[in-house]
Structures are given as C-alpha cells and as structure tokens.
C-alpha cells in the first residue's frame, strides 16, 4: 500500500485551492451576471429558467426561478428557437397593474456542458416606445379630436384604388362647419376646440369600421364610406348626418348651432385618385358654401367649369393687385333737409384686360378668402389720397371720407396698427371714417379693445356698415362707440309700403339718437323712400342712387360741377327722373 508522501500532498493542495479558485471565479461570475442592469436568464430545452439574474426577476416579477403566467409566451418561445438554433430580437410586454413595460430581448441558442441552452438578455424600452408611439400619433393622428390625419385617410383611398377591384365603389366626402371663424371669435378659441370634438362625436356615430373620418386641417373633415353600393345609399346616410349636426352644440353654458356643407364625390364616377376624388369633393363642398350652407351636394361636369372660372378670377385678381389696376369711384352722403354732400365713401372697381369696370361682388369676397383685402385695402387710401385735390374740387374739402374695411382686417391688429399710421401720415385722419360690419364689434376680437383707442386716438370716425343684418344684440350694442349706423338697403326699399320695416326703422333711430350716433339710410333710389324719410322720421342723412351714382374722378371733366353746383343740382332733381335699378349683387358697395 502506497503511503502518501510530500509530493502527494502538494498535489492535492494544489488541486484543492484550484479548484476553490474555480468556484470562487463562478461565484464572482454569477454575482456580476446577478448584477448585471440588463436582464439575464438561461433556460433549458424544457423552457426551464436555470439562470435568472437580479434585473430580469424585476422585469418579470420573479420571486424565484418559478415560471409566471406571464411567461408562458416566452417558454414557446424558447422551445421554437431551440428546435431552430436561430438567435432572435424581439419585444416583450409585460403588464405590471394598470402600466405596462416593454422590453428588447436578445435570444441566442448556446451548447454548454453538452446541454442546448438559450442565454438571453433584455433591456428595458418602456419610455423609449412610448416616445415613439408620441411620434407616430402626432404624425399619424390629430391631437385635439384624435381622429387619423390627412396622410392615413390618403393611404387608406390610395390602397383601395391599387387592389384593382372592378367591382369596388366608395365615397369620399368634404364637410367644412360653417362660419367657425365667427364662433371661434365670438366664444373664444376654447369653446371653438371643444365644438370641434364634439362635432367629431357626433359625425363618428354610426360609422363601420372600414369607414374612416378624418380631420385634415382647422375646421375640415375627410370621410371615407367603404363599401357603397348606390348613390342614394350615400345621399341617405349624408342626409341623416346632416340632421344629427343640427340640434345645439351645448359647451360650457353656451348654447351654438353649428352647421356644416358637405361635399361628395363617387369612385369611379367622379375621380380614380386620391387628389382627384377630393378635389372634387372639395369643389362640391364649395358650390353648397355659396349655395346657403349647412348641406350637401355630389359632385357633377358643371361645378368643375364653375371652380375654373373661379380660378381664372382669382389669378386675375392677383394680377390686378400686381399692376395695380383697381380704381376708386365715390358715393355722396347727402343731407336730406338741405340736400348738401356731407361726405362720400370710397368704392372699389377693378378694371378688367378690356377696360371694362368690375363690380365689387365679383371679386372682394374672393380678395378676402385669399387673403389680398389687405393690400387691396391701401391702394383704395393710396388713391384717395392721390386724388385728394380733385375729390376737394368735386365734393368740397370739409366732406368725410369713408373707407371700407372687412371684419376680418378690423380684428386684426398686423393690419389695422399700420393701416392706421397710414392714416395718420395723410396728414387728414381727422377726415376718414372707417366702415365695418356690426360683427367687428360683437365678436370677441381686438378691434373693440385694442383698434378703436388707436382710431380715436388720431381722430378717425367709426361708422357700423349694413347695420341690422349681422350679429348685433342690444347689450353688444351697448358697448360700441361708434359715429354712426347706416341702416341696410334691405330695410329701406319700399319704406313707405312697409308697416313693419317702418316700426324697426323708428325702434333703431330711437337707439342710435339714446346712443348719440348718426343714421345713414343707405341705398335709396325712389322719391317715394326719400319722401317717407324726409316726412316720418328724424333722419338727417341718406345714400343712394337716387342722389348720385358712384363718381370716377378719372372720368371727371373740367367743366363738372364743383362742390356748390353739385349740391344744386341734386337739390333740383324731379320725381320724374328715371333710376337704375339698385340691387345689392349690381355692387354700388363693397
């Protein structure tokens, strides 16, 4: 029998202390995999977990190397991938009460100790998707209604016309509420949102799941019916919808009736495009904006030759403005007891390549939705301004001079602040008053608060254009310090067969005379209104084409009368005198 000798035991302490050194570098080993941040497991060809390291038992809310619920996808996993001996990346969600996480793990079939092992490691991304879910819904989704934005209802159209289905129909509609601007004015930008989607909830009931709405800018909307079968199917749902918009909106204690035009276009009948189909759904929506509003139309042939027509006035316009071809004509404002011009107003005419002289109606609305008023607006003062000597010659040089200004421009201050410099730097201010409708005073804008002071500042007069058509309410009314009101051509037209526009015309004289304003009656045209005017009422001054028609000062001869012949020879007009017939569309106005 051997006896150990020293040798021996060298040997066996020296393979005892490698062998604790082993252990001690797994333990170490372990305790870097157990402190690892990203989570660690290895598991069997079972699906066992034979490594769970510190961060993965977090992730996954393990106690133990016990197998959650949870888990039971990533055992599938396991097995799949091990069968395979293919590595994978993927993403796990992991529900923790009512968050969730989600992780990026790496999966990676490893053979150790003669054993099939998966050794993957995870990082969590939580915030990571939720950054990018941010991104895809702001890009892909409207953040005030939620509804999906113009580029998801263009993918949807377009991936419908490339499934070349020749038995395929749909129908894309354009809805625009109308008149947002006045209620986001009114009420405020808050309860304009808030309209918004509630408008959304309502247009979104009763729609299937193939069918999309979507909100493609302010106060516009895109939808998607698909599939249709008929025309009239498509009229029948429109039409309800349309019923359903008009029952009132009630926000924050406000009561609002907001009515939308909708437009309509057919695939194929009306476009086999995205951009084709809405243009003309778009150009539908249009003709029932100038039809009344508040319907709907399908599109046809005709409206395209309409929506050319339009584009050729506008180019025009621009055109117009470019070569400043517009020119001034002036209206007298005519005392009614002593027949004296006791000032004029500044009309807008714009002539055409030919010469021919346009009337207002054909192009200011158009200027104002394109956003050239504005520019339109100077040249009129640039041209008075001109012209001042001969409109002093014509009128006389204490007469007022009214310009027209559009609501819109009046709530704005980027131009009503250097429009009234430009007044001011005439070196007359004092002679100008500025026309606006009543909706510039009654809406929430700056033009009561923030313009006027400026006006009344350099002495320029305010005067309330159409008065009793608009918006006006007795407790706005109130608060409005303009000069005058000049009563709408609608309540003046056949004054002395009227009972009933006789009562309002004597209820407004009474409220502008307790509010210290002047009354204009404007667009008189018979002796019989002026005669009633004259006999019972206290209004001093009128406006019309019986006085005068528009004056071109480019047309003005040497020999016209001056200031005080003018005034004569209106003063000895006779009943007999034959009129043109005044109508609003002929445009004496802007």
Do not use: W
């Not at 200004?405 to 001011?424: C, D, G, I």
């Not at 100008?432 to 002071?453: C, N, R, W, Y």
């Amino acid at each position: 029998m051997h006896s150990p000798t020293k040798h021996d035991f060298q040997v066996a302490t020296a393979a005892a202390a490698n062998e604790s050194e082993l252990h001690s570098e797994l333990r170490i080993l372990r305790d870097v995999v157990r402190l690892l941040p990203a989570g660690v497991t290895v598991q069997d060809e079972q699906g066992n977990f034979l490594v769970v390291n510190d961060a993965a038992a977090a992730h996954f809310q393990l106690a133990s190397l016990a197998v959650a619920p949870q888990l039971d996808e990533r055992r599938v996993t396991c097995l799949e991938l091990l069968r395979s001996g293919r590595s994978a990346v993927l993403e796990e969600a992991v529900a923790s009460g009512a968050s969730k996480q989600v992780f990026l793990t790496a999966h990676r079939p490893v053979r150790i100790a003669d054993r099939n092992l998966l050794l993957s490691t995870s990082a969590d991304i939580t915030e990571q998707k939720a950054f990018e879910d941010q991104l895809f819904r702001s890009a892909y989704y409207d953040e005030l209604t939620g509804l999906p934005t113009r580029r998801v209802i263009e993918h949807r159209v377009n991936s419908l016309l490339h499934r070349d289905d020749a038995g395929s129909h749909f129908a894309l509609a354009f809805l625009d509420i109308d008149n947002f601007k006045h209620i986001n004015d009114y009420y405020g930008h808050a309860i304009g949102d808030a309209l918004l989607v509630e408008m959304t909830r309502r247009l979104g009931l009763s729609l299937r799941e193939t069918d999309i709405l979507s909100r493609i800018s302010g106060d516009e909307f895109l939808l998607l019916l698909d599939p249709i079968k008929t025309a009239q199917e498509v009229a029948d749902y429109i039409e309800f919808m349309l019923q359903r918009l008009k029952a009132p909106f009630f926000i924050d204690q406000s009561e609002i009736f907001a009515s939308t035009s909708i437009g309509v276009s057919l695939y194929p009948e009306h476009g086999r495009s995205y951009d084709e189909l809405r243009q003309n759904a778009d150009i539908a929506m249009y003709r029932v904006k100038h039809g009344g509003k508040g319907a709907a139309a399908f599109f046809d042939a005709s409206m395209e030759v309409e929506a050319m027509a339009r584009m050729k006035i506008e180019q025009s316009l621009r055109l117009a403005i470019l070569e400043k071809r517009f020119c001034c004509a002036f209206q007298a404002k005519v005392d009614l007891r002593t027949q004296e011009v006791r000032g004029i107003e500044a009309l807008v005419r714009l002539r055409d390549n030919e010469g021919v002289i346009q009337a207002p109606g054909t192009f200011v609305d158009l200027a104002v939705e394109l956003g050239l008023i504005d520019e339109l607006t100077h040249l009129v003062l640039a041209e008075i301004v001109k012209s001042i000597d001969l409109i002093n010659d014509t009128f006389g040089p204490d007469t007022s001079i009214s310009i027209n200004v559009a609501a819109k421009q009046a709530a704005n201050p980027e131009f009503m602040r250097p429009f009234a410099r430009a007044l001011e730097e005439t070196g007359f201010p004092k002679r100008f008053m500025i026309e606006v409708t009543e909706d510039a005073f009654v809406t929430k804008s700056h033009f009561q608060k923030e313009i006027l002071p400026i006006l009344r500042q350099i002495g320029v007069g305010i005067s309330i254009d159409d008065f009793g058509i608009g918006y006006s309410s007795l407790s706005a009314l109130a608060d409005i310090t303009a000069d005058e009101i000049k009563i709408d051509r609608s309540f003046i037209t056949d004054i002395h067969k009227r009972p009933r526009s006789q009562g309002i015309l004597r209820a407004i004289e009474s409220l502008s005379e307790a509010l210290g304003m002047t009354v204009i009656a404007e667009g008189i045209e018979s002796y019989e209104e002026l005669a009633y005017l004259q006999a019972a009422t206290k209004i001093r001054y009128a406006q019309g084409y019986y006085f005068s028609k528009p004056i071109f000062l480019d047309d003005l001869k040497p020999s016209m009368p001056l200031a005080s012949e003018s005034r004569a020879s209106l003063a000895s007009r006779t009943v007999q005198e034959a009129r043109p017939t005044y109508t609003r569309t002929s445009g004496y106005r802007r």
